[in-house]
T-cell receptor, first 114, second 116 residues
Framework: GAGVSQSPRYKVAKRGQDVALRCDPI?????LFWYQQALGQGPEFLTY????????KSGLPSDRFFAERPEGSVSTLKIQRTQQEDSAVYLC????????????FGPGTRLLVL | KQEVTQIPAALSVPEGENLVLNCSFT??????LQWFRQDPGKGLTSLLLIQSSQREQTSGRLNASLDKSSGRSTLYIAASQPGDSATYLC???????????????FGTGTRLQVTL
């Protein structure tokens, strides 16, 4: 595809529900990143994949957050037992190779937990 | 821990004015610095990327400078237009190995409005 795509674009969940957010990176991009953006704030790093390997997950806020990229392309960010503080925009980005390159961002998934 | 600050938080200017957005960071050990634009409800669009060895980058009406030793970057927008209205974010990438050097640390952004 032409750019990074994410689905769904909007998600409303009841507290305690599990959610799964999908990211389709630019074809051929090796690196994939997830960020969380709270209202009025800049994005904050969650996790990073190089191909299928999760090289950095230091930004995941709790063990309720889990990300995978099993075939080195599409990635899924899963949040278990959602809490109200999980409400945010979740951004996915990809870059062609590794560190030092421009990251291309998707439109984000806006998650609202009631 | 790297902290990135952007001043001002919001800015309103009349069309045609030149303007400067500021970004400061606490740890000068950076690999590069990137400026992004974010429109409401949209993702981030990369505007300019400055490597740590560079002093500035230009693209059209945009010019970004980097003073790594003082921990500062500026984004200069010439002859502003209403279409420039958006939130502008700067982000720094740290030095380090492939894993740790990949995450960007963002500022909170400057919300720009260019009026007719």
């Amino acid at each position: 595809g032409a750019g990074v795509s994410q689905s769904p674009r909007y998600k409303v969940a009841k507290r305690g529900q599990d959610v799964a957010l999908r990211c389709d990176p630019i074809s051929g991009h090796v690196s994939l990143f997830w960020y969380q953006q709270a209202l009025g704030q800049g994005p904050e790093f969650l996790t990073y994949f190089q191909n299928e390997a999760q090289l950095d997950k230091s930004g995941l806020p709790s063990d309720r957050f889990f990300a995978e990229r099993p075939e080195g392309s599409v990635s899924t960010l899963k949040i278990q037992r959602t809490q109200q503080e999980d409400s945010a925009v979740y951004l996915c980005a990809s870059s062609l190779m590794t560190a030092g390159e421009t990251q291309y961002f998707g439109p984000g998934t806006r998650l609202l937990v009631l | 821990k790297q902290e990135v600050t952007q001043i001002p938080a919001a800015l309103s200017v009349p069309e045609g004015e030149n303007l400067v957005l500021n970004c400061s960071f606490t740890d000068s050990a950076i690999y590069n610095l990137q400026w992004f634009r974010q429109d409401p409800g949209k993702g981030l669009t990369s505007l300019l990327l400055i490597q740590s060895s560079q002093r500035e980058q230009t693209s059209g009406r945009l010019n970004a400078s980097l003073d790594k030793s003082s921990g500062r970057s500026t984004l200069y927008i010439a002859a502003s237009q209403p279409g420039d209205s958006a939130t502008y974010l700067c982000a720094v990438r740290p030095l380090g190995n492939t894993g740790t050097a990949s995450k960007l640390t963002f500022g909170t952004g400057t919300r720009l409005q260019v009026t007719l």
